[in-house]
Structure formats: C-alpha cells, structure tokens
C-alpha cells in the first residue's frame, strides 16, 4: 500500500488549505485512515482520522477549524483546513490502518504546512 500526500503549501493566518491522500489500494474492509503532523522539536499527533463508516476523530486543537471527509471509492481523504494558526505549521502526514491488526499501518511521505503570521 502507498500514500501519496499533496496539498501543502505556505499560507498566511486566517487562511485555508486543502490536503489530499490517495492509497494505492484498500488494504481490508474497515480500515481507518487519517493524518497526523510532527512539528519541530514535538511528537506526532492526530489531527484528524475516520473510518470507512465515516465515524470521524478531531483532536482539540483543530476542531471547529478542520474537516476530514472521505471517498471509499478511490481511497482518497482530504482535510480542509481553515483559519489557519501558525501553531498549526508541521509536516502533516497521511496514514492508513486497520482497526484490527496493529501490523497494518501505512505512512505517506508528509507534506509541508506553513501558517505565517
């Protein structure tokens, strides 16, 4: 399984991005896919993730601000994020894994999230 990321960029406060990740396939029935991001000096953290059911996780920070949604046909999740922070700029990272088996998790390579201020 691969992840492509794409959609990152350099934008001000205030402003909004929109971030893309296509799996190469559905690697089982009920997998959950998400993103993450790792700013500098600090550990990976969720943003956002949700089930093929569409059950939906936001952490604090974003909530309000960020909408996850997903298309089980093509595989594909996007966030939109809007009034960005510069507290929100990270690598964001895509990811996909089953509920089930901790031994199925896939990571995309990251994309850069810059919020000046």
């Known amino acids: 399984v691969q992840l492509q990321a794409s959609g990152g960029g350099l934008v001000q406060a205030g402003g909004s991005l929109r971030l893309s990740c296509a799996s190469s396939r559905s690697h089982s029935r009920m997998n959950i896919m998400g993103w993450y991001r790792q700013a500098p000096g600090k550990q990976r953290e969720l943003v956002a993730d949700i089930t093929r059911g569409g059950s939906i996780n936001y952490a604090d920070s974003v909530k309000g601000r960020f909408t996850i949604s997903r298309v089980n046909a093509h595989n594909t999740i996007y966030l939109q994020m809007n009034n960005l922070k510069p507290e929100d700029t990270a690598l964001y990272y895509c990811?996909?894994?089953?509920?089930?088996?901790?031994?199925?998790?896939?990571w995309g390579q990251g994309t850069q999230v810059t919020v000046s201020s």
């Open positions: 990811n996909s894994k089953s509920p089930y088996d901790s031994r199925i998790n896939y």
